[in-house]
C-alpha cells in the first residue's frame, strides 16, 4: 500500500513519520544500508523524502525494529528521542509550547495527539499526580517497543524545555518487557517500571501549575482553531475488536488470568458478548490468544537474559512442560532449539 497522505482513507491507523525518518538518518550515519530494510517494512525511499506522507503505523514499527537489530542498538527509540529538535513534531511542540501551565500542555497535548499519530490515544489523568496514559487503538501493543519509548523520553523532554526546568518524573511505566536499563532510569529521574499494567507517564500534581516560559495565549488561539478543524476533518479510525481483546490478553498474561470471561470484564463487557463480538469478525477467543503466544515467545526466546522457565511464566503457564508441548504444536520445534537457531 502506498503511503497514507493527510486524508487518505488508511487500512490502519497511520503515522506521520517522523521516527521513521530520523531513524533512517541514524542508520545511514552508521553506514548501514536502509533500501532492503523499506522494502521488508512495505516502504521505499520516496515515503521517506517526502514529508507530507504518512505511513501505516504497523510498517513503521516494523522497520523501527529492523533498524535497531541492524544497528545493535535495543534503546534505539529511547535514543533517537535525545538528540532530535523537538520543534520538528509540529503542532505537537508548538500547542503546549505556547500554552499557559504545564497542566494545560498535557491536556492538550492528549486532546491532540491523533493530528501526528492516529495508532495511540493518549489520555490526561489529573489529582495527586498529573501525566498522560498511552493506548494503542488498530495496532497490537505487543509489536512495539521503540515507537512508544521515544515519544515518551521526547515528551518528558518537552515539557522540561517549554517550562525551562529540569522536571523529574514521578512514574514513567512501559507495558513491554525488557532488562532495566540505567540510563533510562537517569534520563527520567525515577526508576522506570517495565512490564507494566499500561504505558503512562506522570509528574508530581504540584507541576499542574508550572508556568510555560513562552506562553502567548494569542498564537495557542489560533493553533487550537488549527487543530480542532485538522480533528473535524479526520477521519477516526476504530481498532478492531480482536484487537483490543489481544492487547488486553498481553497484559493478563503473565498473571495467568489471560481468560476469556476477565478480559471481558477489563472490558466492561458480559463474556457472551465478548464472544458474540469475536465472531462477528470470524474469532474465537483461542484464535487471538494461541497467536499471540506464539508471537510473544518466539520474542522472549530471542533474549538471552529470560529462562525458559521466565517465558514460560510470562505466557501464563503455569510449567515449562506445558509451554514446551504448546511451543512444539507451534513451530515444531522445542523452545531450547528454537533459541539456539535464534542465536
Known amino acids: 500500500m502506498r503511503g497514507c497522505k493527510r486524508g487518505d482513507l488508511a487500512v490502519s491507523p497511520s503515522a506521520g513519520g517522523a521516527i521513521t525518518r530520523l531513524a533512517c538518518l541514524h542508520a545511514q550515519e552508521k553506514r548501514i544500508e536502509i533500501d532492503d530494510l523499506l522494502r521488508k517494512a512495505g516502504l521505499s525511499r520516496n515515503q521517506i523524502?517526502?514529508?507530507?506522507?504518512?505511513?501505516?503505523?504497523?510498517?513503521?514499527?516494523?522497520?523501527?525494529?529492523?533498524?535497531?537489530?541492524?544497528?545493535?542498538?535495543?534503546?534505539?527509540?529511547?535514543?533517537?528521542?535525545?538528540?532530535?529538535?523537538?520543534?520538528?513534531?509540529?503542532?505537537?511542540?508548538?500547542?503546549?509550547?505556547?500554552?499557559?501551565?504545564?497542566?494545560?500542555?498535557?491536556?492538550?497535548l492528549a486532546r491532540y495527539s491523533s493530528i501526528v499519530n492516529e495508532g495511540i490515544k493518549l489520555t490526561f489523568r489529573g489529582g495527586k499526580s498529573i501525566g498522560l496514559t498511552f493506548e494503542y487503538v488498530g495496532v497490537p501493543r505487543h509489536s512495539d517497543q521503540h515507537q512508544v519509548e521515544f515519544w515518551i523520553a521526547a515528551l518528558v523532554r518537552a515539557c522540561r524545555q517549554i517550562t525551562n526546568r529540569n522536571l523529574a518524573a514521578q512514574r514513567v511505566s512501559f507495558a513491554?518487557?525488557?532488562?532495566?536499563?540505567?540510563?533510562?532510569?537517569?534520563?527520567?529521574?525515577?526508576?522506570?517500571?517495565?512490564?507494566?499494567?499500561?504505558?503512562?507517564?506522570?509528574?508530581?500534581?504540584?507541576f499542574e501549575d508550572v508556568p510555560i516560559i513562552n506562553a502567548d495565549p494569542y498564537l495557542n488561539g489560533i493553533l487550537i482553531k488549527f487543530c480542532d478543524e485538522a480533528l473535524a476533518h479526520r477521519k477516526i479510525h476504530r481498532s478492531s475488536f480482536g484487537l483490543r481483546v489481544e492487547n488486553?490478553?498481553?497484559?493478563?498474561l503473565p498473571h495467568g488470568k489471560a481468560q476469556a470471561g476477565e478480559v471481558a470484564r477489563k472490558l466492561n463487557l458480559s463474556k457472551r458478548t465478548l464472544v458474540r463480538q469475536l465472531a462477528a469478525e470470524g474469532l474465537t477467543f483461542a484464535r487471538v490468544l494461541q497467536p499471540l503466544r506464539s508471537d510473544l515467545a518466539k520474542r522472549h526466546l530471542s533474549d538471552p537474559d529470560l529462562s525458559i522457565s521466565k517465558i514460560a511464566w510470562l505466557l501464563g503457564y503455569q510449567d515449562v512442560s506445558a509451554f514446551s508441548n504448546a511451543f512444539k504444536r507451534w513451530t515444531g520445534k522445542a523452545p531450547r532449539n528454537m533459541r539456539r537457531k535464534i542465536e
Not at 61 to 75: H, R, S, T
Open 248 to 252: 488486553e490478553i498481553a497484559l493478563l
Open 176 to 206: 513491554h518487557r525488557r532488562v532495566p536499563v540505567s540510563e533510562m532510569n537517569s534520563f527520567f529521574g525515577c526508576e522506570v517500571s517495565f512490564g507494566a499494567d499500561g504505558d503512562e507517564v506522570s509528574f508530581p500534581g504540584t
Open 49 to 108: 523524502e517526502d514529508s507530507h506522507i504518512w505511513f501505516e503505523m504497523r510498517k513503521q514499527i516494523k522497520f523501527l525494529n529492523l533498524i535497531a537489530e541492524a544497528i545493535g542498538d535495543d534503546c534505539l527509540g529511547f535514543h533517537l528521542s535525545q538528540k532530535f529538535e523537538l520543534r520538528m513534531a509540529g503542532l505537537l511542540y508548538y500547542v503546549p509550547a505556547s500554552s499557559d501551565s504545564l497542566g494545560e500542555a498535557l491536556r492538550r
